[in-house]
């Protein structure tokens, strides 16, 4: 396992102090439907990446926004599993943030919109996101990447697992490599870290994870491998790249499945930022930290995608 750590730097450390400040003014944020116009209104605030278009598509039967680079390389694709808890964000809200590792990996990228909770609850996203995949698979692609952050994070990590399996009876390619950003990979919430950095994350509160994994699950098993792909196989599984806050809660998902990779002779790369929290590359446009983190990704996953997928 390769892991760095990132120290923060000065201009980063004043706008995240400011932006602690501006929350603390605000009642903590809670996962629920009547939120989604809130949410997809501040992910939207990315910039768009110069050289992407934008078009409304379905894909495996699943609708969502594809993200096309002036650039991108014949034959490559990612599937990008956004964030939200399993209950909130979409496809058009995202396009601009995907649109962003589009444009470093020279790969066009599909969004799904993937069902939501609690009117859609597991196994809806996991079976959308599958689909997804399939359907770029079948469309002609040489090389399949996958990318996400927060739950759609974890939820393309647990897709990497599956797609990794069903790829061997030569139905779907192999996933090439997958890099998420702060992914939620442990619904059960076991890390040490839920507690150890509840007070430095201003954004994420065990509570608020406990509420929304009820509403994906119900009264499920929430350490079953489909949900929380911490407890999956992870063996075979393709190169795996993970950036994350230092001061988030969900630090030691990442630092866990790391070390799971790393254990099963497998290849895995962390990257810690110090003083940044949860899915801070969508700040693109205000954090030095975000852009360095972009590029990092959009390197790495143009690499992968460029050796294919065999």
């Given at each position: 396992?390769?892991?760095?750590?990132?120290?923060?730097?000065?201009?980063?450390?004043?706008?995240?102090?400011?932006?602690?400040?501006?929350?603390?003014?605000?009642?903590?944020?809670?996962?629920?439907?009547?939120?989604?116009?809130v949410y997809d209104e501040l992910i939207a605030k990315t910039p768009a990446a110069q050289g992407v278009t934008y078009d409304a598509a379905t894909v495996g039967?699943?609708?969502?926004w594809w993200c096309r680079p002036s650039d991108a390389v014949d034959g490559a694709a990612i599937l990008y599993l956004h964030g939200g808890a399993y209950i909130l964000g979409s496809a058009a809200a995202y396009r601009t943030f995907a649109g962003q590792i589009a444009a470093r990996a020279k790969a066009v990228t599909f969004i799904p919109d993937y069902k939501?909770?609690?009117?859609?609850?597991?196994?809806?996203?996991?079976?959308?996101?599958?689909?997804?995949?399939?359907?770029?698979s079948g469309a002609g692609y040489s090389s399949l990447a996958l990318a996400g952050d927060?739950?759609?994070?974890?939820?393309?990590?647990?897709?990497?697992?599956?797609a990794t399996a069903v790829?061997?009876?030569?139905?779907?390619?192999?996933?090439?490599?997958?890099?998420?950003?702060?992914?939620?990979?442990?619904?059960?919430?076991?890390?040490?870290?839920?507690?150890?950095?509840?007070?430095?994350?201003?954004?994420?509160?065990?509570?608020?994870?406990?509420?929304?994994?009820?509403?994906?699950?119900?009264e499920q098993d929430l350490r079953n491998p489909q949900l929380s792909p911490l407890y999956g196989d992870i063996a075979g599984l393709p190169p795996v790249l993970l950036h994350v806050g230092e001061d988030e809660i969900l630090l030691d998902d990442s630092r866990r499945y790391a070390e799971r990779i790393n254990s099963a002779g497998g290849t895995a790369s962390i990257h810690v930022w110090q003083?940044?929290?949860?899915?801070?590359?969508?700040?693109?446009?205000?954090?030095?930290?975000?852009?360095e983190a972009l590029d990092d990704i959009g390197e790495f996953l143009y690499s992968h995608l460029g050796r294919g997928s065999a």
């Open positions: 396992m390769s892991t760095t750590y990132h120290r923060e730097y000065p201009s980063d450390h004043t706008f995240m102090q400011a932006m602690r400040a501006e929350l603390r003014l605000h009642p903590s944020f809670e996962f629920g439907p009547e939120a989604r116009p039967g699943v609708i969502g939501l909770a609690p009117e859609h609850q597991f196994p809806g996203a996991v079976d959308d996101a599958l689909a997804a995949y399939r359907g770029l927060s739950a759609g994070g974890g939820l393309a990590l647990s897709l990497l697992s599956i790829s061997k009876d030569g139905s779907v390619l192999r996933p090439a490599a997958a890099a998420v950003m702060s992914p939620w990979i442990d619904l059960a919430l076991t890390g040490d870290s839920i507690d150890a950095r509840a007070d430095a994350d201003p954004l994420l509160t065990r509570d608020a994870l406990e509420k929304a994994a009820k509403l994906y699950l119900g003083g940044m929290v949860h899915v801070f590359p969508s700040n693109v446009e205000l954090l030095q930290a975000a852009r």
